[in-house]
């Protein structure tokens, strides 16, 4: 739905069709991945943090799992570091892992916390080394440029994997009527730092807390074909096709393969959707039609 649409309705008639979403989602958790090109300025990162107040007051359990990668490049090209990025994933040394770290758990990750506090909800900011929430192992990217040749097996350096989740610490933050704000990094058995893609982090964890929904925000309206026009729902099948041709690329590929392995472990529904509209969260919760990408597993394309 046109969001400017939504602002001319009477207000009475959009409280009345969220009711039967507040409903449904009352007690259920709802994992929000915040991704840093949707934070762009004051009035919409605002929005966000009233999205997410609103939705624990009405009884949800929002989680969030937030991104930064512009702000993490803004940092590391003031030092003169130029990052390169394979299959969405950022080459990561050991330089450029201390930054992330403190751009992520520091910075952005506060900046959100304070953000939702300032709006009346009770916001803890967590990396995945808190409670050892995520234990995590280097990743090992596979690229196949030749299809006559085998996948060749690249290093990202300090880049993650998430081996396993403990959600007792967002369990017991939940309980009280605290709102979780996790921050992308990880933690190896021998206690090295991972930098993990935020979308991986965000299935996840959606997955280890049997989420009713995952919604991925980020700065375009979903997934689009190769005429940028919004793909409205997308299964497994096409999404291999979309990735083979390169309609998909970049940042998008571990978007649409985090969503497809949420689903694949028991998340019930995965969206894709542009933070970047005001208010999208409760948009794509609350309102009939929804914004966005819906991902499937062996669902319409
Ligand atoms: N088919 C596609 N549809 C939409 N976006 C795509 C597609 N292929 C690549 N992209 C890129 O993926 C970007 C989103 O990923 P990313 O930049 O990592 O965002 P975020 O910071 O929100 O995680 C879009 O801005 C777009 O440039
Ligand atoms: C391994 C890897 O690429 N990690 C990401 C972590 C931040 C992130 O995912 O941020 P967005 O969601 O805003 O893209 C990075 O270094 O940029």
Redesign the pocket.
Known sequence: MNPSAVADRNVADILVEALPYIQQFSTKTIVI??????MVDDKLKRDFANDITLLKYIGINPVVVH????QISKVLSAMGITSTFIR?MRYTDDATMDVVEMVLGGKVNKDIVARINQEGGRAVGLTGKDGSLILAEKMKIYVQDDQEKPPEIIDPGMVGDVVSVNPEIIHTLTAKGFIPIIAPVGVGKNGETYNI???VVASRIAASLEAERLI???????????D?AL?SSINDQRIGQ?IGNK?????????VECALTALKRGVKKTH?IN?KIPHAVLLELFTDSGIGTQVFVNGPS
């Open positions: 991945k915040y991704g840093g090109h949707a991104g930064g990668g512009p969405g893609n935020a979308d991925l925000l980020t700065d375009v309206d979903g997934v689009l074909d190769a940028n793909v979309m309609e998909i690329k970049g940042g998008m590929i571990p978007k894709i933070g």
